[in-house]
Nanobody, 122 residues
Framework: VQLQAFGGGLVQAGGYLRLSCAAS????????MAWFRQAPGKERKFVAG????????YYADHVKGRFTISRDNAQNTMYLQMNSLKAEDTAVYYC????????????????WGQGTQVTVSS
């Protein structure tokens, strides 16, 4: 499956953005999807995920209550609604796919999008 992430940009602290991840070339409904992010000089970290089997959602603690992950299987697209953005949310955001369930580690994902830059000014 091929993934393409878009929707990043520059936003002020307290603002919001919605990221999208378009999938093609595979059966979208058979993949659990996730968002990761990578700040300069730091490792790529899990942000949020959504299971393929039952649509269960899971989040990193630092985004709970602010970010919402969702998917539209009819459109083969996943979203990340990011509210109350903080300067520390600044990073390149990547979407990823796996056939497993509820995976939080970078190495558990087989397919990656190219990343989209999110910059939050304080």
């Amino acid at each position: 499956v091929q993934l393409q992430a878009f929707g990043g940009g520059l936003v002020q602290a307290g603002g919001y953005l919605r990221l999208s991840c378009a999938a093609s070339g595979g059966t979208f409904t058979r993949y659990s999807m996730a968002w990761f992010r990578q700040a300069p000089g730091k490792e790529r970290k899990f942000v949020a995920g959504i299971s393929w089997s039952d649509g269960s959602l899971y989040y990193a603690d630092h985004v709970k209550g602010r970010f919402t992950i969702s998917r539209d299987n009819a459109q083969n697209t996943m979203y990340l609604q990011m509210n109350s953005l903080k300067a520390e949310d600044t990073a390149v955001y990547y979407c990823a796919a796996t056939k497993a369930e509820q995976r939080l580690k970078y190495g558990d994902y087989d397919y990656w999008g190219q990343g989209t830059q999110v910059t939050v000014s304080s």
